[in-house]
């Protein structure tokens, strides 16, 4: 017969964990608690990547389209000229490049349904929400219609130009001289790190000026400062490159700095902390104006002149 185990009060012994299973049980159950806290923020930290990722590549195309976009419709006659020079902005660091062409997407009830485009990547120090100041680079579009561009006077004197005057075929010279206000401007990417256009000609080589010096296209001058010229590129190349907003910020401050390697480790952060993307841009009106230049010889925009 079983007899219960009595406290020396004469009340029953009940039974409990000792201090050495309540310790064992705490151990545990914080290691279980690290693991779970480490996890979750393993899963943060790729969701935040993730998330970056997709900004950086939303915004990156949408750049790109853009651009696509507007080169495709790129028009080059005797009076209708682009314009392509690499490494113009932060020549010393990435190279930006610098692009200027005609396109045929304006208002198609016009007589001239041209607009004037230029691509650029400009170079501005804001700060970020603790007042510290950093370096952004910025893709920007410009746009202006002709009837703006040949009417100077209103802003000033030798801004005036028109592309199809047979002595102004370097529109971009003129165009250059024009303030901001009167191109239609907009960031179409910010937190740029490469904005590079190759002109790819109709033998397939490159058209921008060899590999020493000045690498540019002048479509007045021909590909190389060789024949043929007025003619498009076959192609508009395009490598674009954005990172994020916070690597941008941190990597954005060292850029700043007086000490060139903590500059260049600035350059490192973004190129490794960022997106690429590329672009091939197909002029839709690039053949029939290469056969006209190139093969018949004529110039089929003289009657618009005055």
């Not at 970056?52 to 915004?59: G, I, K």
């Not at 349904?113 to 950093?134: D, I, K, M, R, W």
């Not at 490469?194 to 540019?216: E, I, K, L, N, P």
């Amino acid at each position: 017969m079983k007899t219960k185990t009595e406290t020396k009060s004469g009340l029953p012994m009940r039974a409990a964990f000792t201090l050495i299973e309540v310790l064992a049980a705490m151990a545990v159950l914080v290691i279980l608690i690290l693991a779970l806290t480490r996890m979750f923020m393993e899963a943060t930290s790729i969701t935040k990547r993730g998330s970056a990722t997709l900004m950086r590549n939303s915004t990156a195309e949408t750049a790109m389209e853009t651009l696509l976009q507007d080169a495709e419709g790129l028009v080059v006659s005797d009076r209708l000229a682009c314009y392509v020079k690499a490494d113009v902005t932060d020549p010393k660091g990435f190279g930006f490049d610098d692009v200027w062409f005609i396109s045929t997407s304006g208002d198609q009830d016009d007589d001239l349904p041209y607009e004037y485009f230029h691509y650029f990547v400009a170079t501005n120090v804001y700060t970020n929400v603790l007042g510290a100041a950093y370096l952004r680079f910025d893709l920007m579009k410009e746009r202006m219609i002709f009837a703006v561009g040949d009417n100077g006077n209103s802003y000033g004197p030798n801004l005036q130009f028109y592309a199809l005057a047979t002595n102004n075929a370097k529109w971009w010279q003129s165009a250059s001289n024009f303030p901001g206000t009167v191109w239609d401007r907009q960031v179409l990417a910010d937190n740029v790190v490469r904005f590079d256009v190759y002109c790819t000609g109709w033998d397939g080589t490159a058209w921008m000026g060899g590999f020493s010096g000045v690498h540019q296209f002048d479509s007045t001058m021909g590909p190389n400062n060789k024949a043929p010229t007025n003619v498009p590129p076959a192609a508009f190349d395009i490598y674009l490159q954005v990172s994020s907003p916070e690597t941008a910020v941190e990597a954005g401050m060292a850029l700043l700095s007086d000490e060139p390697a903590t500059r260049t480790k600035g350059r490192e952060m973004l190129v490794r902390e960022s997106s690429s993307i590329f672009g091939r841009a197909v002029p839709l009106v690039g053949a029939a104006r290469y056969n006209t230049a190139v093969i018949y010889g004529t110039n089929n925009t003289a009657y618009y002149e005055d």
